[in-house]
C-alpha cells in the first residue's frame, strides 16, 4: 500500500507543472492505490470469514444455537462468494490495464516509426529537389549549347524534327 500511496504524492506534486503526461501518472497511481486497497479489504474480508467459519463449525449440543449459527455460515460463506467475485473483477481490470498499456507502447512504436519516416519523406524531398535543380542546369547548357551553336535553326525545323520522332 505503501508503493500506491508514494506514487500518487510524487506524481501530484508535479501534476500542474507537466501536463498531460503528468496527470495520466497522478490518475495511475490513484487507480493503483484504490486496487491495492480492494485487493487487502477483500483478503481480509475472506480470511476472517473463512477462519469464523472453520470456527463455528464445531457441532455444539443446543439445536436452537446450531440453527443460529447455521444461519451465519450461510451469511459469512455469502460474503466470502462476493470478496471473491470482487477479486476476480480487479484481476480483469489488472489484465485490461495490462493490455492496454501494451498498444501504449505500441503507439509509442508506431509513433517511432513515422518519425523515421517522415525524416527519409525529407530527405527524398532534399533529393528529388537537388536532381530537379541539376535537370535544370543541365537543360540551360543544353539550351545554350543549341542557341549558340553555328547550325541555323529554325522554328520550322524544330517541329519538323520532334513530328518525325
Known sequence: MNRGGGGAGTGG????????????ALAAAKK???WLE???TDIGTIVDYFSYLLNVSRVSEPPVRNSQEAMMMEMRAARMV????????LVSDLKQTALFSGFASL???????MAEFDKQAEKTDRLLSRIG??????????EGHYYSS???HTHENDL??????
Open 13 to 24: 506534486g508535479s501534476g500542474a507543472a507537466s501536463g498531460p503526461t503528468s496527470a495520466a
Open 32 to 34: 493503483q492505490k484504490k
Open 38 to 40: 480492494s485487493m487487502e
Open 82 to 89: 462476493q470478496a471473491s467475485d470482487s477479486l476476480l473483477k
Open 107 to 113: 503507439n509509442d512504436h508506431v509513433e517511432e516509426r
Open 133 to 142: 535543380e541539376e535537370a535544370a542546369a543541365s537543360l540551360k547548357e543544353l
Open 150 to 152: 553555328s547550325v541555323p
Open 160 to 165: 519538323q524534327q520532334w513530328d518525325n520522332i
